[in-house]
């Protein structure tokens, strides 16, 4: 049989673990991350990253010349994240196919939820027609609900990919690095308790009309709270989390899986 062609290898998920650690991975980091960059450098003020939520970069109000930079890097970055589809299924379904299969599924939604911040999410901020759209049928944050897409399909595929990763503990396989697993996957839950608990003192709080909204201050108010109240905080804090959860979990899944029902008739005798 012929070898696939890259496309194919790409959109199957046959390519290789040193494809995926050495190209696949550091391209996607490096779209999204230098975009980001790009666009809070050049921020008109000075772009405070515990006050000023990651959307203001994507923002024609708050950054109107350099906004379309991350647009761009989102589209882009979750176009080429739709090669860990069949990718982390051929490996994990291996060892527990229905959980693999539901993470990789919110691995769809997380690709879903950044190409729709960086295309559809975008131009809701540039068409002024298509924004009246959106108005109409109340969903002018739908910026907001595509971006929440993207980080809870993330953390929820981390939570279901875990599944096969602990069954294989437990089996006594042990075919993936315990400590490179819990390195991937705590600091995504920080970044959620921190959000969820942040949330919660904030609705708790009746703050005075007079200091605005302290979860979410205008750019001229930034810095005058207590930054670990603020909604900016934590959306950074998770959106590191996920980077680092993107690059352990390449490191983590070797190339070749062992089902247990293979591991099982090689030690008959």
């Not at 993207?150 to 981390?158: D, K, N, S, W």
Request: charged content about 15%.
């Amino acid at each position: 049989m012929a070898d696939q062609n890259p496309i194919s290898k790409f959109f199957n998920g046959t390519f290789s673990r040193n494809t995926m650690l050495t190209r696949l991975v550091p391209l996607i980091l490096a779209v999204m991350l230098v975009t980001l960059f790009i666009a809070a450098l050049m921020f008109p003020t000075a772009y405070d990253w515990r006050y000023l939520v990651i959307s203001a970069l994507l923002s024609t109000e708050d950054n109107p010349f350099w906004n379309a930079f991350p647009a761009l890097g989102m589209t882009v970055g979750g176009v080429l994240m739709i090669g860990f589809l069949g990718y982390y299924q051929k490996r994990l379904g291996k060892i527990c196919r229905g959980t693999a299969g539901v993470g990789t599924a919110f691995v769809l939604v997380a690709i879903i939820g950044l190409i729709g911040v960086g295309t559809v999410g975008q131009a809701g901020e540039l068409i002024p027609e298509f924004h009246a759209i959106l108005e109409d049928a109340g969903l002018e944050k739908l910026h907001e609900y595509l971006a929440a897409l993207g980080f809870l399909g993330v953390v929820f595929a981390a939570i279901f990919y875990s599944c096969p990763v602990l069954k294989d503990r437990f089996q006594g396989a042990k075919q993936f690095n315990m400590r490179t697993f819990l390195a991937g996957l705590v600091p995504i839950l920080v970044g959620v308790a921190g959000l969820a608990l942040s949330s919660l003192f904030n609705a708790l709080v009746d703050w005075p009309e007079a200091m605005g909204n302290p979860a979410n201050p205008a750019i001229e108010d930034a810095g005058k709270y207590p930054a670990w109240i603020s909604f900016a905080f934590w959306e950074w804090i998770l959106f590191v989390g996920v980077v680092v959860y993107i690059v352990l979990l390449a490191v983590l899944v070797p190339e070749s899986v062992i089902p247990f029902e293979r591991r099982g008739r090689e030690k008959k005798p």
